[in-house]
């Protein structure tokens, strides 16, 4: 007598792609029929906790449906399909599940946030009242979580650069999983579902020709990058170099949207580093990527460690900071408003491409925390809005670490909005890319509008306080770069540029996918 065919569902939420997925892996090995399975869960389209904003803005939404529609693409080409479904991941599982009659297992990648584990919790209690057997795979990161080398994650290290050495010297990055040619099929009778549009979910289409992000999403779009950042163009080579840069697509890897959806496996990237350094060359810049990678993996195990503590306002430090929640001082933030051109610029570039760089981000996020005293949560719930590699973990984590309260072991890190502007825009070329108000201001004098005298100004027809806003506060520190000459400074690559490499020179910073950890702020 024959046994009845096996169904396994595999519900994909930040795991799109199908190279070194471990949940395919496994329902490859355990299933006669597949049922590859994304929701769009309605609790993602509603309004962020504290401060009601949207919760899933256009940029990532945009991406998040080009994902999706790469990796049905994909998984048609290996006979299988990609379903689609609106509503709740527990709900329509248990439809499926009567649906179908011959479902043995549910199988997911596990998260490490709240609201994701709650599904994970839902979906679970599906599968025992159905009897169906319910299974989850690790695989969001460079290491794995069995792997650490502490007993438990309450033991993880709450300084980055000990996890880091531990992780280093004890632990090893499993190897990738090689996917087969041909997939499993679905059961017959299941109908595919449409890939909904931007309109579906109340939003338009944004885009900007400015941007420094102009890539689509998917597993196919995030492959083609890392061909072409290592072995097309070889720019792996000097990224330590160019990491701060502002404008184009080539400062750095640009692998965070694609990480963040799971597009691309960190365990991969990995891979691929290892490769170039043994055909290539291996240096500072190749071991920075790795470094990058690790901050992330930092970030998702401190998640695990502090769980809903992430989200506090008084942090993993259980801190009393005298937070404010002024709302013309964060509108004016949030709109690139401040007068101060170096955070506007970046803050316009947010709002408009839903990306920022490293080094923009960092000083958003000081000016926000340290210079206006604001409810750090009211920053890291606008990033969670606009950015379109959004990660919860990373998210929360940067904020908290910008905000003095997660894991930063320096007391008071605070940045000088005008020094690193100059650092890092010498010429201001960034500014006038977002900030044309100001276009017509020379050289680095573009920085502080408020110290040039009545004729510069009207000379570039700028008029403070209707063409472009006073400064809404003004840092004592910034008095000592007014009078430089910042054209003639020394150009940021020229700056970083040091000694080879040896692993004491990794301090705190830097991480391509959120915030650069620099001291020399």
């Known amino acids: 007598m024959n046994s009845p065919a096996r169904t396994v569902i595999c519900l994909l939420r ?8 471990e949940v395919l892996h496994w329902a490859q090995r355990n299933a006669d029929y597949i049922v590859p399975l994304y929701c769009f869960d309605p609790r993602h389209y509603v309004q962020t906790y504290y401060y009601n904003f949207p919760k899933t803005g256009p940029h990532r939404l945009k991406f998040l449906l080009e994902s999706v529609q790469d990796l049905r693409s994909t998984l048609k080409k290996r006979g299988s399909n990609l379903l689609l479904r609106r509503g709740k991941p527990e709900e329509i599982i248990e439809n499926l599940v009567r649906q179908l009659g011959s479902v043995s297992a549910v199988v997911l990648q596990a998260e490490a946030t709240k609201e994701e584990l709650d599904v994970e919790s839902a979906v679970k209690q599906v599968c025992n009242r159905y009897g169906v057997k319910y299974q989850t795979f690790w695989g969001s990161t460079l290491y794995h979580r069995e792997d650490l080398p502490f007993r438990h994650v309450s033991g993880l290290p709450d300084i980055y650069t000990l996890f880091r050495k531990a992780v280093e010297s004890q ?6 999983m090689q996917m087969p040619e041909k997939l499993k099929p679905l059961p017959a009778g299941l109908e595919e579902g449409n890939i909904p ?10 885009s900007d020709p400015r941007t420094a992000f102009p890539c689509t999403g998917g597993e196919t779009q995030a492959l083609q990058r890392l061909q072409y950042y290592f072995w097309d163009m070889n720019l792996i080579a000097s990224y330590k170099d160019t990491r701060n840069g502002l404008m184009g697509l080539d400062y750095s890897t640009k692998f965070a949207p694609w990480l963040a959806l799971g597009c691309i496996s960190p365990r991969y990237i990995y891979e691929q580093i290892k490769k170039y350094e043994q055909e290539r060359t291996a240096n500072q810049s190749t071991y920075w990527v790795i470094f990058e990678l690790l901050w992330r993996d930092y970030f998702r195990f401190v998640a695990l460690k502090y769980g809903k503590r992430i989200f506090f306002l008084r942090g993993l ?3 009393e900071v005298p937070w404010k929640r002024d709302p013309k001082l964060f509108d004016a933030w949030k709109e690139g408003r401040t007068g101060v051109p170096f955070v506007d610029a970046n803050m316009r570039e947010l709002a408009a491409t839903g990306f920022m760089s490293n080094r923009g981000r960092q000083n958003v996020a000081s000016f926000l925390t340290k210079d206006l005293g604001l409810d750090w949560r009211m920053g890291a719930e606008w990033f969670e809005y606009l950015l379109v590699d959004y990660d919860v973990c990373s998210n929360y984590g940067n904020w908290l670490y910008s905000a003095g309260i997660g894991n930063d072991p320096r007391e008071n890190r605070k940045f000088n909005m005008i020094k690193q502007g100059l650092d890092y825009d010498a010429n201001g070329d960034y500014i006038r890319l977002w900030v044309p108000e100001l276009e017509q201001i020379k050289g680095g004098d573009i920085h502080t509008p408020w110290a040039l005298s009545n004729a510069t100004l009207a000379h570039a027809n700028v008029s403070l306080g209707e063409t472009y806003p006073l400064p809404i506060v003004m840092a004592p520190e910034w008095s000592r ?21 040896t692993p004491k020179q990794h301090k705190n910073r830097g991480i391509d996918f959120y915030f650069s950890r620099n001291k020399n702020v």
């Open 481 to 501: 770069h007014i009078n430089q000459k910042p054209n003639s400074r020394p150009s940021t690559a020229g700056r970083q540029k040091g000694p080879s490499y």
């Open 171 to 176: 632990s090893r990055v499993r190897p990738t």
């Open 317 to 319: 430090q259980d801190k």
């Open 14 to 21: 930040n795991d799109l792609r199908l190279h070194d997925n």
């Open 197 to 206: 549009n931007q309109e579906d979910f109340g939003q338009q289409k944004l």
